[in-house]
């Protein structure tokens, strides 16, 4: 599930190093007059660059270098942080670089990210454990290079916390003094400069690009945290942010075809199309004046598409009739929320929770409660992965009439919560069935544990996914995102969704014969899921993988099948089955989440 993105302004981190390749091999010698004083300095520099220069110049001739001269021992008090980093910068040759990497963005982008870190995470870390993670991801690409981190009593001076390497195969790169683990601004600067060496000596490396190097970077990084931190690169983050918000602009219509005309086959609530009063099946004959006969629905679909608050023409009719409406375009989440009546019970389906899936949700709401004759309501949440958690909690206040949601924890105090709703229950009271299986997750996972914990619904299915950790996105300056899990969900009773998941009352993943038992058993006002139910809400974090393991065994996860619809209209139709199964949670206590 996600909190809301947050946009992560890059701090002034100094430039990258990169060591400038040799120049002059092979180039044609001439001689030139020089003054006196010129010619003395020339042979002083000469003189100084011996010691660096030998060893390039005895491997061109194929001859042993001659060891440097000894370095002079330090004075006592002397300050020898400019001669240990002079030692350590010695490295092996520079090849020319096919095009550069870009340091300023490279160091915004490691900057922002742990800015966006250090406070968030789940865990603490220091920037030394970030980047070094991080720079596993050089090897990632191109195994010959390694990077490797020298620490030991022999270090001392500048060089007290040790030495970071860059290798390539044998052949040593670069080797930096180590910054203090809490040091943001020396760890960006020393990863950024081993990217550039890395650059600079591999063809594999350049090959990736600027953005394969990022991600390779972020996905060492995360391999370290939790399976849901993750980062998401500038192009597949657009398309993303785009579908979480609408995207382009358009009217909501979904078209098809007949054999004699362009069909409305679907009109998504969150558009201009549905207040407007279009419907499916209705014939869409043209867009601003302009004739759908004989056009491919792909290709009025954009037509119906432009700039934000523009207006579009649709000529519309049934048949009988025609209208002509005129609409203005916004953008479009995606819609998520469909619905269908069957002899006085709704089955809403709600496949993941998007910016308006509490609203579209209210609208059927609104629509069923207008049936004096409702007898129940089915919540189908089978194969919903989640989405925005804010969304989760506002639809359980359209049928709670007040109480605790959810409860988020984490390090950040931004990431702690108590999501309390009082909103006031749409449906009246009528029974609540909630269906999930071994797919539901996250924030569907949330609102299952929030009914079933209120008795406010029997969930019926299987165990499900278990994911109960919130992720903030935070927008990098490359255009990429990091989705960074911050805090822990605890359902209303205090236990953790995290591993558990959600334990149906009616559990329906062991068989045909054993679902009609429970069913059974019900009606005669015993429950057979009760023990694992209250086990689970019994349990407290942190959980051993073991108790997990052994807790989610009385109800298997699976995939969701007819069965599970099946038992739903049997609670639904039989009273005393459905109170038997509400009568699985314990009764509520006030529950405060204790500081870990």
Known sequence: MRAPSVPVPAGPVSAGWIPAPLRGAGRRVTSVILPTRTIAIMLIVIHLMTPVLAPVAARAAGTPAPPPPPRPAPTPGQDTRSQDTSQILVQADPVPQAGQLDADMTISVVNAALTFLLPRTLESHTPRDFCLWGLNGLSAIDPSLTVVEQKGPEQKGANQNGIIQLSLGQEIVLRLPAPPDSDQAGWTDLT???????????????????????????????????????????????????????????????????????????????????????????????????????????TVAQWLLGAPGSTVTVTVGDGRARRTVTLRRASVPPETVFAYAAEHMVVIRVTAFSADTAQEMSQYLDQASDDQHLRGLVLDLR?????????????????????????????????????????????????????????????????????????????????????????????????????????????????????????????????????????????????????????????????PVSRILDLRRACPAAIGTDSDLDAARSLIDNPAEYRAALSAIPEESPYAPQAE
């Open 383 to 543: 194969g919903n992965r989640g989405g925005v958690l804010q969304q989760a909690v506002t639809a359980s206040a359209l049928v709670l009439d007040q109480g605790v949601a959810a409860i988020t924890h984490g390090r950040d105090p931004e990431a702690n919560h108590v999501w309390a709703v009082q909103g006031g229950d749409m449906t009246g009271g009528v029974p609540i069935v909630v269906l999930v299986d071994g797919r539901t997750a996250s924030a569907a996972e949330i609102l299952a544990a929030s009914l079933a914990d209120h008795r406010r619904a029997v969930v019926v299915g299987s165990a499900t996914l278990g994911k109960g950790l919130v992720q903030t996105i935070g927008q990098m300056p490359d255009g990429g995102e990091l989705f960074v899990t911050w805090s822990r969900v605890l359902a209303p009773l205090g236990w953790p969704l995290q591993g558990l998941g959600v334990m149906p009352q009616v559990c329906t993943s062991r068989g045909e014969s054993d679902l009609e038992r429970q069913l059974q058993d019900l009606a005669a006002g015993q429950v057979d899921m009760r023990d694992a139910v209250q086990a689970t809400r019994a349990t407290r974090y942190p959980v």
């Open 192 to 298: 950024v400069r081993l990217m550039q060496a890395a650059w600079a000596r591999s063809g594999t490396v350049r090959g990736a690009g600027a953005d394969g190097l990022m991600q390779s970077f972020f996905d060492e990084l995360f391999n370290h945290m939790d399976p849901y931190s993750r980062y998401v690169a500038p192009s597949p983050a657009t398309t993303d942010r785009d579908t979480r918000t609408g995207g382009e602009a358009g009217t909501g219509l979904t078209l098809g075809r007949d054999a004699r005309s362009i069909l409305i086959t679907g009109v998504n609530a969150n558009g201009p199309a549905w207040p407007a009063g279009l419907a499916t099946g209705q014939r869409l004959y043209a867009v601003n004046g302009r004739s759908t006969r004989d056009q491919a629905p792909g």
